[in-house]
Each structure stands twice: as C-alpha cells, then as structure tokens.
C-alpha cells in the first residue's frame, strides 16, 4: 500500500494563478480530508468528504474547493491563489472520520503565492 | 465549537530526559490521537485513546475524558523525538478532527 499520495510536493504560484493539489489514497477509505498548517497554528481543516460525492466545509474553507468523484482521489482546487493562501496542505484518510482509530497522512504539499 | 489547548507550546531537553505533554479539551470526546511531526514535516500516528493509558516502547499516554485531558509521557527522550507533538480530538455527531497548536521538542545530544 502506497497510502496516502499529496502531489506535488512543492508548487510556486502568482497571485490570481489557479492549481489543484492531488490527493489519492489507496486503503478504500471513506473520509478523506485537507489541512492547512501555518506557523504557530497548528493544522486547520478546509474541506472533507465522508464518500464519493459528499463533501463538507472545515474550519477555513474560503478560496477552496473539493470534489469527490471516486473513493480513492480528493482534489484541493484553488481557484484564484492568494498570498494568504502560502501554507503547508496535508491531505488526510481514515476508514470512517473520528469513528476510526487512526487519521493517515500523505507527506504534504508546500505552497507559495507570490 | 470545540477546544483543543496543548502545553507547554515548546520545550528542550537533554537526551535522557524525560517529559510530560498536555492536552486539554472543552467538550467530550469520541476520539482522540497523538501525532509526532518530524523535522522533515511528515505526520505519524502514535496513539488513538479516546480513554485509558496505553504504551508504546518508551511512549504512553493516558486519557482522563472525565476531566477532558490527555498526557503524552517520554520516557528516556533521544534526539529523534525532536519534533512537534499534535493531539486532534473528534467529537459524535461531526467529522471534523480538531488539532491543537502543538508542543515544539528539541532533544539536545
């Protein structure tokens, strides 16, 4: 098992510029989910999805989006990149939300807005 | 919504030593974990215990959710526990894991 896959590892953007982070996981997980982590803040939910099709908004959802058009991929879109937008995103699994035991980690994505 | 403190927000040991980190939470919980950030920024599990103590070689924690906290112990710290520990708690009737800011730990050699 590969686990959970974040592409690309590290990504330079211009303000206004639109990219998706990729998100796969391979371990037929029903939640998946984004964080942001920032200095000094710990890591923050975005978005999350309990299954194909169904997506929820986190904690700072705004200037993001989610879709879930198959268990395994859960893409990060943004949509019009801000500054305040350079952060760390982790990409998250578990086999059912906070019913499971244990919430797996792709190796994050990098990301800076200029 | 629910709170998740940690503390100390930072602490430096010396190899050997050893350490007791807190986590506090304003409402109950259904679940509860602890994570190790390691210096190159990857996430890894130690421990689910909404309740009760568990170990894991020179780790263990231990869940009072009566008085809504958790402990994460080190025992014997080495430089590869350098890192920042996280706690996330969820809570019945949502999907969202909450995180804390984090303990900061630096083990000097």
């Known amino acids: 098992n590969a686990g959970v896959t974040q592409t690309p590892k590290f990504q330079v953007l211009k303000t206004g510029q639109s990219m998706t982070l990729q998100c796969a996981q391979d371990m037929n997980h029903e939640y998946m989910s984004w964080y942001r982590q920032d200095p000094g803040m710990g890591l923050r939910l975005i978005h999350y999805s309990v299954g194909a099709g169904i997506t929820d908004q986190g904690e700072v959802p705004n200037g993001y989006n989610v879709s879930r058009s198959t268990t395994e991929d859960f893409p990060l879109r943004l949509l019009s990149a801000a500054p305040s937008q350079t952060s760390v995103y982790f990409c998250a699994s578990s086999w059912q939300g906070p019913r499971s035991e244990k919430l797996f980690f792709g190796s994050g994505t990098q990301l800076s807005v200029l | 919504g629910i709170q998740v403190e940690q503390s100390p927000p930072d602490l430096i040991l010396q190899e050997g030593a050893n350490s007791t980190l807190r986590c506090n939470f304003s409402d109950s919980v259904n679940n509860l974990q602890w994570f190790h950030q390691n210096p190159w920024g990857q996430l890894i599990n130690l421990f689910y215990?909404?309740?009760g103590t568990k170990q894991n070689g020179r780790l263990s924690a231990t869940t009072v959710a009566t008085e809504r906290y958790s402990l994460l112990y080190i025992s014997s710290s080495q430089t590869t526990d350098s890192g920042v520990y996280f706690c996330?708690?969820?809570?019945?009737?949502?999907?969202?894991?909450?995180f804390g800011t984090g303990t900061r730990l630096k083990v000097l050699a």
């Open positions: 996330a708690v969820g809570t019945s009737g949502t999907y969202k894991y909450i």
């Open positions: 215990i909404p309740s």
